[in-house]
């Protein structure tokens, strides 16, 4: 009880710091726009300029909002720029005042900008409120501010105000400024919340018990994975302080391989918990869809939510989608071609770790594999690798019979990790089923048959 009520200061004391920080960013934000509602009513000396008004000054590692905005040298336009997103969020009613009526027209004054919520019944700001409230009347001013829209920027880069598209012949200054919900999360609370499974995210989180010194597999397969854990440790510091970031691309790619039940996922898992980064899997083969244009867009929604968050991005059955291109015979075969080298487009521009899992290494593209920094090959374990797993996989309160001699069971018979848990449940249920004592050695050879008759072999 101790401990999750610390737990909870803890959480109180972040929530606070964050609270904090956004409270005196808004009491700068208020004050702009009343400085911005006295110079157009002409109640303040000539002279007098919005950016009189300093944002308060942000203390590293107080706050996640805080930290952003240092991290990323926002100045006062942009800083001003995505406040004026999160209002309607943080303080809506401050807003309120871009609602009074043009008696003249019986709308909103078109110099606000704005528009209506299909729900909410504030003011959504749109790229128009921000020149306004900025520049007003000077145009070189409004000019240089929509710079501050280009793809590049910071806020738009790093996807924290999402673009939405505009209809043909609507000008740029109507785009709405709209915070994404993960990074408002962060700058509210410090955390983010994860995506479930759904048709908009078809991706599934994975986790695991086991730590990453504890996953056992070969000598070379273990070197390989030790080289994406450097990259995991050490890209921020190669990206930026060793000044690669214009040379070498974003993320790193790898492919994993071997039989199933080699361990592939679990080492995605391990990496992920090692380095507290959450891991999705996206199962390729359910999702490549037979209608044109349908995979394309259902992992487009992947990246979309994933960019920038450093997830990993685990893709399992990955030859179903990246396999040995077809030959164009039609429009449906070259259409395909066309949507695979979008998507691996879209692998090669994220920042962080992608994995594709297959059974069959000969299966993938070549022209893909020249693409990937690594690839990693998971076979079947080695004798004293699979004493290992089976030692591990059996629970230290369920003794085995005397005849079942591990040792002897890891020489004979050549099975996959994967494979010895599913016999180790096995031979577990049997016990608990008969009411037995101990482990019993025909149970144990029992589920090994029955594993190596799923693929068609014998004992």
């Known amino acids: ?27 700068w934000f208020e004050s702009v726009l009343q400085l911005r509602s006295a110079i157009n009513a002409g109640s303040v000396a000539e002279g007098a300029s919005i950016f009189d008004l300093q944002p308060p000054t942000l203390e590293p590692n107080k706050s996640a909002y805080g930290d952003f905005v240092i991290r990323h040298d926002l100045q006062f336009c942009d800083r001003f720029l995505l406040f004026l997103a999160m209002a309607p969020q943080i303080k809506p009613q401050c807003l309120d005042i871009f609602l009074v009526q043009n008696s003249r027209t019986g709308q909103i004054f078109t110099e606000f900008g704005g528009r209506k919520g299909s729900v ?34 910071p806020l738009f880069a790093l996807n924290v105000l999402e673009y939405e598209p505009l209809p043909p012949g609507e000008p740029l200054s109507s785009i709405p400024l709209n915070v994404s919900k993960t990074w408002f999360e962060e700058f509210t609370t410090g955390e983010r919340s ?26 070379h397969t273990s070197g390989q994975l030790d080289l994406i854990n450097s990259w995991l440790i050490h890209a921020d510091f190669m990206m930026h302080e060793l000044a690669l970031k214009n040379r070498l691309k974003p993320g790193f790619r790898t492919l994993f391989y071997g039989q199933p039940g080699t361990g592939k996922s679990l080492a995605a898992a391990v990496l992920g918990k ?37 997830w990993i991005l685990f893709f399992d059955e990955a030859d179903a989608l990246f396999g040995k291109r077809t030959n164009v015979s039609d429009a449906r075969d070259r259409y395909a071609n066309q949507e695979t080298s979008y998507l691996l487009q879209r692998i090669e521009d994220y920042s962080g770790l992608v994995i594709l899992a297959t059974n069959f290494k000969q299966n993938i593209d070549q022209a893909f594999l020249r693409r990937f920094q690594s690839v990693v090959e998971f076979p079947i374990p080695q004798p004293d690798q699979r004493a290992l797993i089976w030692q591990q996989g059996f629970s230290a309160k369920t003794p085995l019979e005397y005849k079942a001699s591990i040792p002897e069971i890891s020489k004979k018979y050549e099975l996959s990790g994967g494979v010895i848990i599913n016999v180790i449940q096995y031979a577990t249920m049997q016990m608990l089923k008969d009411n037995n004592p101990e482990i019993r050695y025909k149970d144990i050879i029992e589920g090994i048959k029955r594993e190596l008759k799923k693929s068609g072999r014998t004992l």
């Open 120 to 153: 909410f019944s504030g003011f959504l700001p749109t790229a128009e409120t921000f020149l306004f409230l900025l520049a007003a009347d000077d145009l070189a001013l409004r000019f240089d501010l929509l710079k501050l829209f280009d793809a590049t920027r």
């Open 194 to 219: 994860r995506p479930r499974f759904s048709a908009e995210f078809p991706a599934q989180l994975i986790e695991t018990d086991i730590d990453y010194d504890d996953l056992i597999v070969s000598g």
């Open 1 to 27: 009880m101790e401990q999750l009520y610390d737990t909870r200061k803890l959480v109180s004391r972040n929530l606070r710091a964050n609270a904090d920080v956004l409270a005196a960013e808004l009491d």
């Open 274 to 310: 090692k380095h507290n980064l959450p891991v999705y899997r996206i199962d390729l083969s359910k999702i490549v869809s037979k209608y044109i244009g349908e995979t394309g867009k259902n992992l487009a929604k992947v990246f979309d939510v994933a960019e920038n968050q450093g």
